[in-house]
């Protein structure tokens, strides 16, 4: 069985946008939403998580949802533990994990990843607790629909 994908040409009108995370406690989910009539390409991001001293183990995870359940888990990070700074980069189609800047960096690949009206990405801290804190940005181009 032969399967094909296609999708419009959104080469032409479209607007690169960094949508910044701000620092946000660890038990605190994140929600990037592009909104009505709105499509997101994401392209690239980082997640950085610095973790408290508390005892305990955190995750950096992320997804994807239509704006009430998950409709996909792009990536879970090994266990961060307390004390620790991780980074997760979030790569785009054709980056791979050859060019890591450094021992504490996770990457993941989230291919050709659109969000558009009311879908969301989340960041969500597995484990996390408000004394922690993340932050970072996503890197999109946004398009009217």
Known sequence: MNYTY????EDAGGTLQTE?????????VFNAT???????VLLFGKII??????????????QLTDGTSVLVEYYQTPDITSGQTRV?????????????????????SIGYA????????????????AAD???????????SI
């Not at 296609?6 to 040409?9: A, L, P, T």
């Not at 592009?34 to 997101?40: D, M, Q, T």
């Open 20 to 28: 910044t995370i701000g620092a946000t406690a660890g038990n605190v």
């Open 34 to 40: 592009p909104g009505a009539s709105k499509r997101w």
């Open 49 to 62: 998580l610095v973790a408290h001293a508390t005892a305990g183990n955190r995750a950096i995870r992320v």
């Open 6 to 9: 296609s999708y419009k040409n």
């Open 88 to 108: 997760l980069n979030l790569a785009g189609q054709g980056m791979d994990a050859g060019n890591l800047s450094g021992v504490n960096d996770y990457i993941q």
């Open 133 to 143: 804190s993340y932050s970072g940005f996503l890197r999109v181009m946004e398009y």
């Open 114 to 129: 659109v969000i558009e009206g009311a879908d969301q990405f989340r960041i969500v801290v597995g484990g996390g607790i």
